[in-house]
């Protein structure tokens, strides 16, 4: 019998799973085994597409939902079941293509099989090696017509990639979400997220809860980024990894160690086992 109040785990993948070793630490998939073990149901809520959280999925040996694309899906992807989604309307896709032509800016787009992109370049070298996904090289012109897109991506290092990045935003900050992230295995790049407007991880977790039949004061969840914050600012026990910015601390309930080591294991003996 589990001797807590809680009945869900959630974590973020980069930056609370994954360091800079690109591992997840032989302590925390024990932590986490021993968690499922004991009845706890165990959750990704990620920035990540689907595709590229299998490997990690798998690994853990997760069955259930889990969230996607910074919370614009909930789905399990072993049965191929969408619990919510929230795509990017066709028109806001076609408009975001037009200004990314005329501004000479890098966009990718994501359905949730598909990675997009219209060209090979270092953004798409970081999603083959890191995150382990092809890119579908097409024209994005009618690309809105043919697919349901559920996430864009800038992906940003420069001064001058990042104030094009800055213009696009400020074009779209009505029509638009847009979330940042970082991994500790490219501290110099940002990921910028692209999403419907209203999209949050905090907002999908709460489509899950209800999924499951549970209250959000039923759950732990434990994050290391900006867009973890509605999350984490939702739950019933809020941890924070030790690596995580300060805005991310100030919500939560408890501060763990980083990820280099292993906080989810020092999280999860500490208040689940």
């Known amino acids: 019998m589990i001797k807590n109040p809680y009945r869900l785990f959630v974590a973020d993948i980069d930056g609370t799973l994954l360091g800079k070793s690109r591992t997840i630490s032989a302590e925390d998939r024990e932590a986490l085994a021993r968690a499922c073990d004991l009845g706890m149901q165990v959750s990704l809520s990620t920035g990540r597409v689907a595709q590229a959280s299998l490997p990690i999925i798998n690994q853990l040996s997760l069955d259930g939902c889990h969230i996607f694309c910074d919370g614009a899906l909930v789905s399990n992807t072993k049965h191929d079941e969408e619990v919510y989604v929230q795509p990017i309307g066709k028109a806001v896709v076609r408009q975001a293509v037009e200004f990314a032509h005329l501004n000479e800016i890098d966009l990718e787009f994501y359905s949730t099989t598909h990675y997009f992109a219209e060209r090979e370049s270092w953004t798409t070298d970081i999603r083959r090696q890191f995150f382990g996904i092809e890119p579908t090289i097409v024209d994005f012109a009618d690309l809105w017509q043919r697919e349901r897109i559920i996430k864009g991506t800038l992906t940003v290092s420069s001064p001058e990639e990042r104030a094009k990045a800055g213009s696009f935003c400020s074009q779209f900050k009505i029509s638009l979400n847009f979330s940042g992230t970082k991994s500790p295995a490219y501290p110099e790049v940002d990921f910028i997220n692209v999403l419907a407007p209203g999209v949050s991880k905090g907002k999908a977790l709460e489509a899950l809860a209800?999924?499951?039949?549970?209250?959000?004061?039923?759950?732990?969840?434990?994050?290391?980024?900006?867009?973890?914050?509605?999350?984490?600012?939702?739950v019933g026990l809020a941890i924070a990894m030790g690596n995580a910015p300060d805005e991310v601390k100030a919500v939560a309930d408890y501060i763990t160690l980083d990820v280099d080591h292993s906080g989810v294991a020092t999280a999860i003996n500490k208040f689940l086992l």
């Open 210 to 234: 209800s999924h499951m039949g549970i209250s959000m004061n039923e759950i732990m969840a434990i994050g290391d980024g900006a867009n973890d914050i509605s999350l984490l600012s939702s």
